[in-house]
């Protein structure tokens, strides 16, 4: 595929940024097997580079007179609070299994805010993900008109999880902005070691196989290709206004990015241009849809390896939907 990519990093958080929406991004490193040391080393994680603060996203609510600095040189979703708008969880402590999420953006003067600007289809975009990696969800919440929004979830597993907020709202010159915040689900909580690095993952009779490069403060490549049965996929559908939508949650802190891909064909191949915040573990969450149903594919990569991408032998790809784990839910308001 020829099409260069466009990073969306949707706020400003933590520690490096990834790019930002619809707009090129900076780099990334290699796709490999990581070192068990690199795997928790996120806290030793190097400075992010300013270049994501300029495509930090910050906004202000209608009627504001001034809007409060955003975070600066800190990659999406590590803030509850940013640019003068705070994600209020109603629904902290979700149960296990099915329930329903309830939370509002509130401005500066703590009101809920019910304009947005609507990108990508919708006017705003909620994910929850767990913190072990192995759960993801992409949500597609209704909101009500004193600005309440509410959505179903499943969970599997009780834990901790961070719900991530992706918005803009409908203010003269507002950027987008990121905001993420904790969810605890009650229970015996079982940890589970993060998936392990695979070039290829399998969902639904899907195979998706990963290319490129991911280096930190370096622009790279990511190039997913996905096949059925053997053939290549060329008539991907359009999801939320591309063929393919990109979330990479950094393991540790889950600095957050959104990435979408820059225009193209409908398949096979679906490519990004990312900048990584950090040396460090990721995971990659691509949607795609085919045949009206929209599918989740996960990767576990490095960043800062040093090496090129390397095919593994078949024999490493995960049995049909081990890959995404309970990544694939998509519940649409």
């Not at 520690?15 to 929406?21: E, R």
């Not at 906004?59 to 800190?74: I, K, M, R, Y």
């Not at 490519?271 to 990721?282: E, K, L, N, Q, R």
Request: aromatic share 6%; charged share 20%.
């Amino acid at each position: 595929m020829n099409t260069g990519v466009k990073i969306t990093a949707y706020a400003a958080a933590l520690a490096a940024t990834f790019g930002a929406a619809y707009g090129v991004g900076t780099g990334v490193g290699p796709v490999e097997e990581p070192k068990k040391a690199e795997h928790g080393e996120h806290a030793a994680a190097p400075a992010p580079s300013k270049s994501a603060a300029a495509d930090g996203h910050a906004g202000h609510e209608a009627g504001a007179t001034t809007e409060a600095p955003a975070a600066a040189n800190l990659p999406g979703g590590l803030q509850v609070s940013d640019g003068g708008y705070t994600l209020a969880l109603e629904t902290p402590t979700p149960a296990t299994g099915k329930s329903v999420l309830k939370f509002s953006i509130k401005d500066a003067a703590g009101r809920k805010v019910t304009a947005f600007t609507t990108e990508h289809g919708k006017e705003l975009h909620f994910i929850v993900a767990s913190r072990d990696l192995n759960t993801f969800r992409h949500l597609h919440p209704v909101k009500a008109a004193d600005g309440t929004w509410t959505t179903p979830v499943d969970l599997p597993a009780a834990g901790g999880y961070k719900a991530f907020a992706d918005f803009k709202p409908a203010v003269k010159g507002a950027k987008g902005i990121t905001l993420g915040a904790d969810l605890s689900v009650p229970g015996a909580y079982a940890p589970r070691p993060m998936p392990a690095v695979a070039p290829a993952a399998n969902v639904d009779g899907y195979q998706v196989r990963l290319g490129g490069t991911l280096d930190p403060g370096k622009a790279g490549e990511l190039r997913l290709t996905v096949t059925k049965a053997g053939k290549p996929v060329t008539d991907l559908e359009p999801y939320l206004g591309a063929y393919g939508h990109l979330v990479a949650l950094r393991d540790g802190d889950l600095a957050y990015l959104h990435v979408h891909p820059n225009e193209g064909g409908p398949g096979p191949d679906v490519s990004f241009t990312a900048t990584a915040p950090s040396a460090g573990t990721y995971r990659l969450f691509l949607d795609f849809q085919h045949e009206g149903k929209v599918r989740t594919a996960a990767f576990t990569v490095t960043a800062g390896a040093g090496k090129a991408t390397a095919p593994a032998p078949e024999a490493t790809v995960p049995a049909a939907g081990e890959a995404t784990d309970d990544a694939g839910e998509h519940t649409h308001g």
